[in-house]
């Protein structure tokens, strides 16, 4: 499955799995991680695979 959110966050840094939890793109913390450790998701156009990336 395809999904592309664009999110932008304009104030203190927040860790990149949380972004995802709270745009609802993953149901929880865990799932999160996984798809990032999967290397399923793109950070201004490449692959970010470190969870707590800010």
Known sequence: MEYMTISEI?????ELYK???FE???SS???A???IANGQVL???KIE???RKK
């Open 10 to 14: 304009t104030s203190e840094p927040v």
């Open 19 to 21: 972004i995802l939890k």
């Open 24 to 26: 609802g793109i993953a």
């Open 43 to 45: 950070l201004n156009g």
């Open 33 to 35: 991680k996984a798809v």
């Open 49 to 51: 695979i470190r969870k």
């Open 29 to 31: 913390g865990a799932e």
